[in-house]
Structure formats: C-alpha cells, structure tokens
C-alpha cells in the first residue's frame, strides 16, 4: 500500500506499571519492557529496510518526562522510558545517512487511561503495609482531575512529521517543562527530599526501641526449675 513500507512510525503505546520495585514482580516488569521498550525497537526494525530503500522517513518515540524524572512507585515506568529515550538517540544517529529521522516526544501528565491504570496497580501490588501507597494514590487521582486533553502531545506529533528539520527532542506540557530542567540542575538530596514529602515516604528508618539491658549483679536469676516450669 504504501510503496515498500510506511514513510513514518509513531510509537505511542504504553503502560504505567505502577509500585514498589520491591513489590512488582519479574512478569509484570517484563511485561512492561516488552510493551514499553522492545516492541518499538522491534517495529522500528522491522520499518527501517523500507526507508532505507526509499531514502527517507521517520520515527517518532513517545517516550516521557518521568524518563528523566524517575518517580517513587514508578520506577519500572520510568526505567522504560529512559530506556526507549536512549533507544531513540541512537536511531536519531545510526540511520541518518539513509535519510531516516529519529524525533523524542516527552510528555508530561495529561487525559489519558494511563493515571487510572496506574491506580489499579498500586491496588494489585502494594504490600500489607507497604509505606507511600496512600499518598500517591491521592497524588495521582488529584492529577487525573486536572490534566488536559492530549491534543498538545498530538500536535507535537504532527510538528515530527511535517518539519523539515524537526527537532530531535520535544517536551510537551507545563509540568514535563518544569520538572524535567529542576531535576538537572537541583541537587539529588534537594530532588530526593520533593519526593519523600509528595509521596509520604519516610526518610528515616522508624525508631526501635532498645534492648532490654543484660542482668546486673544483684538481679535473681530464675532457677532451673522455673525455667522448665516456663
């Protein structure tokens, strides 16, 4: 149909993968790479032979903001798309003489089913007293009331294909905008403090109480018979 293979490939799927890594288990992480990583390098692979033939084309990665922000409870999501941002650098350098450009989409928060599946993973995984669950599930409702429509992150898409010199990374929307350049230039300690204090998870290891103090020189120690009688 189209002359040896699309001109251009857009790769928008993903899942959130929500929780702990302590919590999520080697299933649900692959699964998450899979859908997340290896299946857009996988169509990529599959779409290069035919733009190389052509002599052009290009590939637009949706990846995020949390791919350089990584975020409590969200690890495995974050891993991914560092990853897959990393993936898309690579083909923005290997393919260029063929002709072939390679564009990053990093998107913040916005009307998607992604906030409300992520809502349902920290339901299936969380532990029986696994700290940090109850506050970003707050955090994530209260988001998914306020974010836009994802018309923006569409017209970025759009801005990929039609430029004739696109730019090889576009972060789209107010928070992906804010966070990301924060989380560069801040501190780590500065960044970790933000997200102990969003998340609710505690910064220090809870107080135990200490052990009870060996026997001094006047204390009666209990006879054999007592302690069988125990």
Known sequence: MTGGGPWALVNDAGIPQAGAPADVGDEQARYLLEVNLLGPARLCRMVLPGMAARGGGRIVNISSGLGRVPWPMGAWYSAGKHALSALTHCLRVEPAHLGVRGCLVEPGAFATPMLGRALTDLDTVRGPEGPGYEATARLFTSVDRRVPGPEPVAR??????????PRPRYVV???ARLLVPLHTLLPLAWTDRLKHAVTGLPRTPAAVPPPAPPPGPGTRRPSAGAKERA
């Open 173 to 175: 929307g107010r928070d």
């Open 156 to 165: 970025t898409v759009e801005a990929c294909m039609t430029a004739r010199r």
